[in-house]
């Protein structure tokens, strides 16, 4: 079940990013020093509240009572960003991030979004073809100087 996230349970949607996030800040050598917050692995709780504050919609994934994923959404003009789809690794590959990517598209409906925006590592083939099975296309592919991997931009548009 997705329920909207409360201000006190954001400490426990980052642990979820952390332990989601983290086999792939190791795999592409992500660092305090050449990528902010170790691509959101150590994202403080301040920065989280600040995000709610802001407007982005947050949403847990509530499987048996536990809460095993978290996604966040952002809103500008006629574009929806989607901020991190995050499932703890133990309930990965069982459809929970399927069940959230429909979400987020439903979300940007009723929104009246012309597009979905987010940002992947792109060397990140596997996650990468997940985005392509759910319609996204690559827009930009951004290199930077720090960092060993190439960022991707995607879109879907609606």
Request: glycine share 6%.
């Amino acid at each position: 079940m997705i329920k909207s996230i409360k201000k006190s349970e954001l400490i426990d949607c980052l642990g979820i990013m952390k332990m989601a996030y983290e086999a792939g800040a190791i795999r592409f050598d992500q660092t305090e020093y050449n990528c902010p917050y170790r691509g959101r692995t150590r994202l403080p709780l301040s920065e989280l509240e600040k995000e709610m504050q802001e407007g982005c919609q947050m949403y847990g994934y509530f499987y048996n009572d536990k809460l095993v994923g978290f996604l966040s959404l952002s809103f500008s003009d006629d574009t929806m960003g989607i901020n991190d789809i995050a499932i703890l690794p133990e309930y990965q590959n069982n459809g929970f991030g399927n069940t959230f990517m429909q979400f987020a598209k439903e979300e940007a409906k009723k929104n009246n979004c012309k597009k979905i925006r987010l940002g992947m590592i792109d060397d990140n083939t596997q996650l990468k073809k997940w985005y392509e099975k759910h319609s996204f296309k690559t827009a930009r592919l951004i290199r930077y100087e720090t960092v060993s991997y190439t960022v991707g931009k995607m879109e879907f548009v609606m």
